[in-house]
């Protein structure tokens, strides 16, 4: 099962999900990251958003806007 992980904000591709691992991929390198209690944080290329994701679901906590 894949699933992509995508920019909140303006739907960047980030990573995708294959079963517990996550993969990120950026120019040359490559991640992967795997653990059942794993917390990322992406800055998006693009837009700069901070998406965060983990491998215990939270519930997002709002975020107080700035500028
Ligand atoms: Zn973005």
Known sequence: MER????????????????ARLHLR??????VVDGDDYNVIAVCRN????NERGGTQEPPRPVAASG
């Open 26 to 31: 950026y120019k040359q390198a490559q991640y």
């Open 47 to 50: 837009c700069s958003d901070v």
């Open 4 to 19: 992509e992980w995508r920019c909140k904000k303006c739907d960047t591709l980030l990573g995708v999900e294959r079963g």
